[in-house]
């Protein structure tokens, strides 16, 4: 007979569990301790007998574990056995939870890092990761929308912030597809999210172009008061124009002074190639000082705090504005701009030889390891002309 709701709130516990059957294999199992559980018995394909628990009464309701068990009669009849089903849901749904949008995005970077990504690349990775955090950290990645990812990044448009907002969705995306590669997840949600963000025209880092004014610049380096290490990444930065990330974090087992050759490691490099920098005298005489003064320690500019890092980030710009330089006039990295302009202009070097002294990565792999070593000569030739010239600009000699 089947059961109804009156009869199965009236069951009582005994001393031993016992069972009322249903219909269809259905059945409430009582338990001494008052339980009442929903219990399914059926055959599979082979003829085996099985049970499948559904779930407890009251939270499963007889019309809910009804259909609850149609469920499973529907799969028996697809020659899938339910209790196998629930049970490879079970370790997917355990393995899900684990595998959350921050778990999937550690093991990436983890990757990049084993891949030998330069450090700098790793450490921003790891800081796309903090912002996406709060919103996606704690998601299953298998389970995340696309218009989750969107909100995440979102904020960052909204306060005018284009490139971070269009970084961190591009990071997501590395880490989605990583994912799909893994058999993490089955699609990759930023795919649709295209267009879904605004692309107003990117601002270019600041830099001073014009001779004239350069010579002022230097002039204004040259008369810098603050502390000494500031002073000497000031004074170096023109003369080897690298990227702020690279200078900052130069150390001096890289350099050697008789050889007159600064060696930057491929890990601290975006193109993930070593770079050579040839030393012109006045960059030479720049390190000199600055040994004097940081040559105990493991960087050449260290940070004011502690000489176990790096300069801060920020230092070189933030003394360009003590200068009087605004953000919109001059940056750390405009030293960059500043000489692949000039030089350009000059009309005394190849192209070629310009792009390797700012380390722009050729997409040719075959030219680019023959450009490597072919204009290294002339490289050489062009640091030390570039050095007189800054001088004939500032006025001053520090040969």
């Known amino acids: 007979m089947a059961l109804t709701e009156?009869?199965?709130?009236?069951?009582?516990?005994k001393a031993k569990a016992y069972k009322v059957a249903d219909e269809k294999g259905l059945y409430l199992l009582v338990t001494p301790s008052g339980g009442r559980l929903w219990r399914m018995k059926f055959r599979n394909g082979a003829g085996v007998e099985k049970k499948l628990a559904l779930g407890s009464y009251p939270e499963l309701k007889l019309r809910d574990a009804r259909d609850a068990r149609d469920t499973a009669r529907g799969s028996l009849a697809k020659g899938i056995d339910p209790a196998d089903q629930k049970r490879r849901?079970?370790?997917?749904?355990?393995?899900?939870a684990l595998n959350t949008f921050s778990a999937v995005a550690k093991a990436y970077i983890e990757k990049n890092r084993r891949d030998g990504l330069a450090a700098a690349t790793v450490r921003k990775r790891e800081w796309f990761l903090s912002l996406l955090q709060k919103k996606l950290g704690n998601r299953p990645i298998v389970e995340i929308e696309p218009v989750e990812v969107l909100e995440?990044?979102?904020p960052y448009e909204a306060s005018k912030n284009d490139e971070k907002a269009h970084r961190t969705l591009q990071f997501a995306g590395?880490?989605?597809?990583?994912?799909?590669?893994?058999?993490?997840?089955?699609?990759d949600p930023t795919r649709d999210l295209r267009g879904a963000l605004a692309s107003r025209k990117p601002k270019h880092f600041a830099a001073i172009l014009d001779s004239r004014r350069v010579g002022e610049l230097l002039r204004a380096i040259d008369g810098y008061e603050g502390y000494p290490t500031t002073k000497y990444a000031l004074l170096f930065s023109p003369l080897v124009f690298?990227?702020?990330?690279?200078?900052?974090?130069?150390e001096w087992r890289e350099?050697?002074?008789?050889?007159?050759?600064?060696r930057i490691p491929p890990a601290k490099m975006k193109t993930r190639l070593e770079h050579a920098v040839p030393l012109s005298r006045q960059a030479i005489a720049v390190l000199k000082e600055a040994k004097a003064f940081t040559g105990g320690g493991k960087y050449v500019f260290p940070s004011i705090r502690t000489p176990k890092s790096p300069m801060s980030e920020n230092t070189v710009n933030a003394a360009?504005?003590?200068?009087?330089?605004?953000?919109?006039?001059m940056t750390a990295h405009g030293f960059r701009a500043m000489a692949s302009t000039l030089l350009n202009e000059s009309g005394k070097w190849?192209?070629?030889a310009i792009e390797r002294a700012l380390a722009h990565k050729d997409k040719d792999a075959v030219r680019a390891a023959y450009h490597r070593g072919a204009h290294w000569a002339e490289r050489v030739e062009m640091a030390q002309w570039w050095a007189d010239y800054l001088d004939q600009l500032k006025g001053t000699s520090r040969n």
């Open 255 to 262: 350099i050697d002074l008789d050889e007159a050759v600064w």
């Open 350 to 352: 190849s192209p070629d």
């Open 174 to 187: 590395q880490v989605f597809r990583f994912a799909v590669a893994n058999q993490l997840a089955k699609v």
């Open 89 to 96: 849901d079970k370790i997917a749904a355990k393995i899900s």
């Open 320 to 329: 360009l504005r003590r200068l009087g330089y605004s953000g919109d006039e």
């Open 152 to 154: 995440a990044v979102r």
């Open 6 to 13: 009156t009869a199965i709130r009236a069951l009582k516990p």
């Open 242 to 250: 690298v990227r702020p990330g690279e200078l900052r974090h130069a």
